[in-house]
């Protein structure tokens, strides 16, 4: 219940110390107010005066000059002379490096992050998963491969290895020397290497052109044998594309799209097999 001030006056008189004296009898007198001039009478000092305050007193009352501090984290308060908020500071951003720390208007929390072993094990349900984490679960359970030339696995024979693949998303390079010989109508080219494994998700990609780099990596594409898959190299124009592949081999069936004689020499093969090995 809020407490309603109200006004207290002063007495103000003349001859306040003035009195009558009445006898009383039997040695009593009583003494009479007897001021020459009252202009305020002020007010009185009684019940209706003091219960309300101690009745107010009684609920509790805060004293004004007490305060209210927001601490670590938090900001607002101050003196309880009128309504205080309280507010909690912006967080920080968390990541799996941040810990249970506090500022003066912020906070940031620890965030319990899975070890590689626990990433690996997969039966921890309450710690996170960082990217890096992910990766490592995959890489175990899911390994990515990738297919890497090797100059003792070639049918038909080529000229030269360029190069070996180094990694999921580089690719290898073959030149042959004799690509289509003179009055050589179709060829098929069996590229084996060290097998990915038993079963692997995923598709080869290739790239036929004069020159030992490709523009881009991006040109490889993976293109099934179709009349539609046409090529011109060296003033020869063939139909080209892959027809079988597996864990250990990519087969490539070249052919002219009419009849000529005219040899193919010093073409480049670019190709890559990455996957994820399920077994």
């Known amino acids: 219940m809020a407490y309603t001030p109200r006004e207290i006056k002063d007495r103000v008189a003349v001859g306040d110390d003035i009195f009558q004296v009445e006898d009383l009898g039997n040695n009593q007198i009583r003494l009479i107010p007897a ?19 101690e009745d107010y007193l009684a609920t509790g009352v805060v004293p004004v000059e007490r305060t209210i501090t927001a601490g670590n984290g938090l900001t607002g308060g101050g003196a309880l002379s009128m309504n205080r908020t309280i507010s909690l500071g912006t967080p920080g951003t968390l990541s799996g490096t941040t810990t249970n720390n506090v500022t003066s208007t912020s906070h940031t929390h620890k965030i319990s992050v899975a070890t590689q072993a626990e990433a690996e094990a997969g039966t921890n ?39 070996v693949a180094s990694s999921p998303t580089d690719y290898n390079t073959i030149k042959f020397g004799s690509f289509l010989g003179e009055g050589e109508d179709k060829r098929q080219f069996n590229l084996t290497f060290p097998s990915l494994g038993h ?19 991006e040109m490889l594409e993976f293109r099934y044998f179709l009349p539609e898959n046409q090529l011109s190299l060296s003033g020869v124009t063939i139909y080209h594309g892959i027809t079988m592949f597996r864990q250990n081999r990519i087969e490539l069936l070249v052919t002219r799209v009419s009849a000529g004689s005219t040899a193919m020499n010093d073409v480049y093969l670019h190709f890559r097999f990455t996957g994820l090995k399920l077994a």
């Open 125 to 163: 349900n309450v710690k996170l998963m960082t990217p890096l984490r992910v990766t490592q679960l995959l890489n175990k359970s899911l390994p990515v491969v990738f297919a890497q030339a090797d100059s003792a696995f070639h049918n038909p024979p080529y000229t030269e290895l360029i190069r």
């Open 35 to 53: 001021p020459t001039h009252v202009s305020e009478p002020g007010t009185p000092i009684n019940k209706a005066l003091l219960q309300p305050i």
């Open 199 to 217: 079963v692997v998700a995923g598709t080869p990609q290739y790239l036929l052109n004069t020159s030992s780099t490709p523009s881009s990596s």
